[in-house]
């Protein structure tokens, strides 16, 4: 049975592949029945998020799986020949219509608010999307949101060009607190106190994005927008306002993670750790 929980968000880091650790966190949430108001993701996040919305427990799981046996889903001979390394038709059209047929009603009938977080290259402002008239505008918006400058071109959408989510606003907490969710449950793919550091494609990015001088300072600035994000949310957590969950054991997954049994571990350490801290989470939640 679902639980529709009142006045909490839930806040969903991106990180690529290690995305697979929050599916691990969600379908421990589905197997409780617990349901969020509002659900914020960026990145690699929303193609799980949306799925976490639909009801579909384990299909993200099982998609990853898919992938990593029969595709080659991060190709550095797709980068040359096609400007993105992970393979984003895979990902956002093979996986919905087929691998894993997205359950689209269920998905808009759910009563979830479903923020999709991507960056304007042109003004390097974050732009929040929460209205999805159509299958394929959802995974276009979670595409763009997955698109990271240097290793996935823009996407175009209405009359902007969209890239990753992460630039402009690494973990969507403020979206969700602006709309009146004061307390989030926040789900990281990164250890605590992880510190981000400098990008070292500075090179790159002077030289691919000549025309888009807003959007090199995003990138050049970023590790310091997502330093200073969570200390926020660590803050936070020690205020109770937000329900911090993030990998205990040190990480064995990158973001361009390939090894199949590599990501089935981190799904089940992403299950296993929710899993104890269910009693915890339970008592937040009652406030």
């Known amino acids: 049975m679902t639980r529709l929980v009142n006045d909490v968000g839930l806040v969903l880091e991106g990180g690529g592949m290690r995305g697979i650790y929050t599916a691990g966190v969600l379908d421990c949430l589905s197997d409780w029945g617990l349901k969020f108001p509002l659900v914020a993701s960026s990145s690699s996040s929303a193609l799980i998020g ?5 009801e579909q427990r384990g299909q993200i799981f099982e998609a990853y799986n898919y992938l990593t046996d029969n595709h080659r889903i991060i190709s550095f001979k797709h980068m040359m020949t096609h400007k993105e390394l992970f393979r984003m038709d895979l990902l956002f059209q ?26 304007d290259i042109l003004t390097g402002s974050a ?4 209205t999805f008239p159509s299958q394929e505008i959802l995974f276009t918006l979670a595409r763009a949101s997955s698109s990271l400058p240097v290793f996935a071109p823009s996407v175009a959408f209405e009359d902007k060009l969209l890239v990753d989510g992460g630039v402009a606003d690494p973990i969507p907490i403020k979206p969700s607190i602006e709309r009146g969710y004061r307390r989030n449950v926040v789900i ?3 250890n ?9 494609l500075g090179w790159a990015y ?6 888009y001088p807003e959007l090199i300072k995003l990138l050049k600035n970023r590790h310091e927008r997502y330093n200073q994000t969570t200390q926020d949310i660590q803050k936070m957590d020690r205020d109770r306002d937000v329900f911090l969950i993030c990998p205990e054991k040190p990480l064995i997954a990158g973001r361009m993670e390939r090894n199949k049994l590599v990501l089935q571990e981190l799904y089940m350490q992403g299950y296993t750790e929710m899993q104890q801290k269910k009693e915890a989470l339970h008592s937040f939640l009652l406030g």
């Open 50 to 54: 949306s799925y976490y919305i639909s």
């Open 127 to 130: 732009v929040y999307h929460d």
């Open 206 to 211: 002077r030289r691919l994005f000549r025309q």
């Open 188 to 190: 990281l793919t990164r």
């Open 192 to 200: 605590r106190g992880y510190i981000k550091k400098p990008s070292s």
């Open 94 to 119: 093979l996986v919905p219509e087929k691998v894993a047929p997205f359950d689209y009603r269920t998905f808009t009938e759910s009563g979830v608010r479903f923020l999709i977080s991507t960056t």
